[in-house]
């Protein structure tokens, strides 16, 4: 029998059993921490130079008001290494689930924002909050499962 | 689909925990495939035929 050897980069956790990750579940906790880490510094330096006059033309203007992308497309390329790296096909179907209902939950509430905003005339739903709450609805389904499975 | 995991289990006197690192995967994993949550793939359901050394009919049924 091969023996499962701990990942030296990923100490073991004292967490409780079931909140404990595989090895390939704490590479992508730290690769989604170091994009999501990303996503704020771009997302707020954004807003800074917006907020100091600075308004760069062209290509430019193009290049700078799409630099939060690059840390969404981190988020999702880890969450791709996750499923290539995660060894136990029950936690990939753990994952998968979650992403579902994450992307489910983010249609529902944008759609009924949608018809509130049509209707009552709510604020409106700026969609630069999509990935994040796509990101949270997964998150917290994701645990949720892995709670109920524990 | 019905299986007899646990009853394979027992009779070795393993934990979820000790069959998880025979397969080399979680015991939520064991947990629930035994439960009949979850159904493993073909691959997973050979390395448990192998490790009890029976055949998957054996283990597994399409019984609901």
């Given at each position: 029998m091969k023996e499962r050897t701990p990942d030296k980069n990923c100490p073991q956790s004292r967490s409780p059993q079931w909140l404990q990750k595989t090895p390939a579940a704490r590479r992508?906790?730290?690769?989604?921490?170091?994009?999501?880490?990303?996503?704020?510094?771009?997302?707020?330096?954004?807003?800074?130079?917006?907020?100091?006059?600075?308004?760069?033309?062209?290509?430019v203007a193009y290049l700078v008001a799409i630099l939060p992308a690059i840390a969404i497309i981190a988020t999702l390329v880890s969450g791709g290494m996750?499923?290539?790296?995660?060894?136990?096909?029950?936690?990939?179907?753990?994952?998968?689930?979650?992403?579902?209902?994450?992307v489910g939950g983010i249609m529902v509430l944008t759609s009924v924002w949608g018809w509130l905003?049509?209707?009552?005339?709510?604020?409106?739903?700026?969609?630069?909050?999509?990935?994040?709450?796509?990101?949270?609805?997964?998150?917290?389904?994701w645990q949720t499962l892995r709670w109920r499975n524990r | 689909m019905k299986n007899r995991l646990r009853v394979l289990r027992a009779e070795r006197e393993w934990s979820q925990a000790d069959l998880a690192d025979r397969l080399e995967v979680s015991r939520q994993s064991v947990n629930a495939i035994e439960t009949g949550k979850y159904d493993p793939s073909l691959p997973l359901a050979f390395r448990i035929a192998r490790l009890f050394e029976s055949s998957i009919e054996a283990i597994f049924t399409d019984e609901m």
């Open positions: 992508y906790a730290f690769r989604l921490s170091l994009a999501m880490f990303a996503f704020v510094v771009l997302s707020l330096g954004l807003s800074y130079l917006a907020f100091h006059g600075f308004h760069p033309k062209g290509v996750y499923l290539s790296e995660e060894t136990d096909e029950f936690q990939r179907h753990l994952f998968v689930q979650s992403v579902l209902w994450g905003q049509l209707y009552i005339h709510i604020s409106q739903f700026f969609t630069i909050w999509t990935f994040p709450f796509f990101l949270v609805f997964q998150s917290v389904t | -």
